[in-house]
Each structure stands twice: as C-alpha cells, then as structure tokens.
C-alpha cells in the first residue's frame, strides 16, 4: 500500500507529501547489504554528488553490525561504493555494533558515528572514517575506527537490545562536526539502579579527546542532580553546542546549551537549562534545530498518550510566547500513536519532519511540514500540512530524512517484510 493520500489522484499530477512514484520502486527502496538478515536504517544525508548515504543497524550470523550504504539519486545503488555498494564492519573485531549517523566532511570523506557494543548489556561510542569509496582511512583512530572510553568509565551506556532504532530508547549516537573539525559525541552514562546522566564529548578530527573542552574532553549533563537522557544534539550559527533529551521520572523534555569551551551558558532558560512539560505528560526532545533567525525549535514526542510534539523556543532558551502561547504543541496523526524523529530547515524557511505512528499494522511513516512560525503548512498533504504513509504490512517507522537539491524529501527507516528492511522513500515538495 503506498501513500493513504496519494491513492486515487491522477499520476500526472504531484501534491506537496505525495510519494514519488518515479523514484526506485513506485517511491520506495529497499536498501541492499548483502550477506545480512535484517537491516534498520538509522541516519541519511545527500552528498556533494547527489547520493544518497544511508546508516544502518544490520543483523548477520555473528551479530549487529554497522551498515554505511550509498545511493545513487534516482534510488539505485552505487556499486562503486564499498562492496557492491555498502560497508559492514565492527569497530572492533570480535564485538557487536551499530550505526547512528553519518556525516560527509568538506574533503568528501564520511564520518560514521554509531555504538560499540562493549557486552551484552553495555555500550560505547564510537566513530569510523571511510574516504569516498569506502573504505577505511588509516590516519584515524586504530585504521579508521575509535571507540571513546573516557576516565572511570563515564562513556559506558546501556544497551536497549528490545528496541529497534526510532523508538526511544536508551540508547544515543547524535554526532556533529565543527566548521573546525572537531566532532562532538553523545553518551548516556548509567551508574547503578536508576542513575542517569548525559555526557557530552569533543573529539579532535583524528578522534582523539580534546582536552581543551573543559578540560578533559567532555562535560557530564545534569539537571538537579535528576536522571537525565541525552538523545540529540545540534551545533547554533555561533558555535554554542545544544543537546536535548529527558530528565527524571516521570519524564520532562531538557534542552541545555554550553559555549564552545564547554562551559554551561547561564544565560539559557533557567541557568542553562529549559525543562519543557505539556498537560502533565511525560516529554522526549529527539532534534532541535535552528531557524534563520535565531529562534529554535524542539521536536519529539508527548507520553500517555504519545503525540508528535514541537516546542518553539527564543534565543534565550524561553519558550516563544506567539508560537501556541509558549506551550508545546501537540499533533495527533489519525488515532495512532505518534512522534517525530527528524527535523530539517528547508531554504525558503519552512522547515520538514519525519516521524512515525505507533503501534502494530498501524506504524506508517509520517512526514509533515511547518511554515516559519511553526504552524503546519496548509498546502502540503492535501490540507492537513502532513502525510502519512505504509509501506508495508506493519511497523514501518521512519527515522531520519534529507532534502535532495531539486527539493524532493527523502524519508528513511525500516519496514517489516517477514525480517527488518531498511528502507528510503521520497516525496515531492
């Protein structure tokens, strides 16, 4: 079953959120990585070239892997990427791994973030550097890959083997790269029984630590001395790092922002901090991201019930008070469960997410997107400024989305045929 809206409308005709057809399969690719049972795609981005990259979680017969596949622009694979157009590797051998996102660098190579699986219930960060044709850089890390261990084991993590990508979870792998290079890491530390705490890590562009961010490399994220949850991160146009996630139990939404240096900017929210709760549910924070006037905008998800959920926020870390009265809104997509996962800004100042709908057969991948101000676009999806799509029989969730240079949206994830299927659809904008 393809798009619920685009069913019945004449071919040659293209709304706004309407899957393209032309695209691979009737709007849809199964991404290929030869030699694995089941695949989850976890990041995407467009390179300089027009392909597609694709990160993925792959199962094969000795376990997770990363996967770091490459696209051509219509969908097709490019086999002078890796092996027959993917990468599948480990971080270090004789462990299990996963992908989170990948990045191109100004020199054309890619920068694969994901988790090194430590033990059957711990993990690590960890990056891999490939050059344009995938394969390893020798000059970075142990032949191209690092794992981050920190002083005292503070980047050791839970492993949430349960739950697939896109489901929020405890585990985080949100990367970004400087204009410097340096790269900046997420980790979520469990001390014991119900201890939490984030850890932001800067990283110099050969992967080892950077002393020089308050330093020793990183800074621990506490709210209050509370649980906390990091899940994204995003670099502001001044070079002010923000991270976002959860605090506490039952949880509230966290946006935090600290300097370059990696000081605490005290002149963000409450001290640095901007707790963020909506009719006594509990909130997650998955993207932020940065509008052309500074303003910025969180997305996530609400609990009991779970809703797509956005937050615009001023400069100064204060909920925007024209944008719903300074509360979040939430948006309710059919009778499902709902969240976003993924946020971009387009250049004409409209902005695009990606999410999913919850729950079985009804898990579909939901696109929408928001004008300047935040409001829903009434003239993508046929009115409703979203669309929802199944690409399958059931738990379809998108994950990540990019924007190729004609415009056209490109969703990834994963569907369910019997085993996981990574998975790219687009859309026409």
């Keep these: 079953m393809l798009d619920h809206f685009a069913l019945g409308l004449p071919k040659t005709v293209a709304h706004a959120g309407q899957l393209d057809l032309g695209f691979a399969d009737n709007g849809k690719v199964s991404v290929q990585f030869g030699g694995t049972t089941s695949s989850l795609a976890t990041n995407m981005t467009v390179d300089r070239s027009g392909r597609i990259l694709v990160a993925a979680k792959v199962k094969t ?27 599948i590797g480990a971080f270090e051998q004789g462990h299990e791994a996963t992908a989170g996102k990948v990045i191109e660098l100004p020199d054309g190579q890619i ?28 000059g970075f890390g142990n032949i191209g890959k690092k794992v981050i261990r920190l002083c ?52 110099l562009p050969d992967g080892s630590l950077d002393s020089s961010f308050n330093g020793g490399g990183f800074v621990m994220v506490r709210r209050l001395l509370k649980n906390t949850w990091l899940s994204c991160l995003a ?37 640095g901090f901007l707790s963020i709760t909506t009719q006594e549910r509990s909130v997650m924070i998955s993207q932020i991201v940065q509008h052309g006037n500074g303003d910025l905008q969180a997305f996530g998800s609400s609990r009991d019930p779970m ?50 709908t919850i729950g079985g057969i009804e898990a579909d991948f939901v696109l929408a997107r928001h004008l300047p101000e935040g409001n829903l676009d009434p003239f993508f999806g046929q009115g409703r400024g979203w669309t929802r799509t199944r690409l399958g029989y059931s738990l379809d969730t998108a994950t990540t989305l990019a924007v190729q240079a004609d415009g056209k949206i490109l969703l990834g994830g994963y569907s369910l045929h019997g085993t996981y299927k990574a998975v790219v659809a687009r859309y026409w904008a």
């Design 61 to 87: 017969a000795h376990g997770s892997r990363f996967g770091l596949a490459r696209l051509n622009h219509d969908g097709s694979p490019d086999k002078s990427f890796g092996s027959l157009g993917c990468v």
């Design 307 to 356: 809703q797509c959920l956005s937050l615009k926020v001023r400069l100064d870390g204060k909920p925007d008070p024209d944008f719903n009265q300074g509360q979040c809104r939430l948006t309710q997509i059919g009778r499902s469960a709902s969240q976003w996962t993924a946020a971009q800004i387009l250049s004409d100042g409209k902005l695009v997410t990606a999410g999913a």
């Design 152 to 203: 005292g084991g503070l980047s050791l993590g839970l492993r949430a083997p349960w739950l697939p990508p896109g489901v929020p979870g405890l585990e985080a792998s949100d990367m970004r790269v400087q204009a410097d290079g340096r790269i900046l890491l997420l980790a979520n530390h469990h001390f014991q029984l119900s201890d939490h705490v984030g850890i932001l890590i800067r990283l």
């Design 111 to 138: 920068l694969l973030s994901g988790l090194h699986y430590e033990s059957a219930d711990r993990t690590l960060p960890a990056l891999a550097l490939f050059d344009q044709r995938g394969r390893a850089v020798a």
């Design 235 to 271: 670099l502001q146009a001044d070079g002010n790092i923000l991270v976002g996630g959860a605090i506490d139990l039952p949880q509230q939404g966290l946006m935090a922002r600290y300097d370059p240096s990696g000081k605490l900017d005290d002149s963000f929210g409450d001290n």
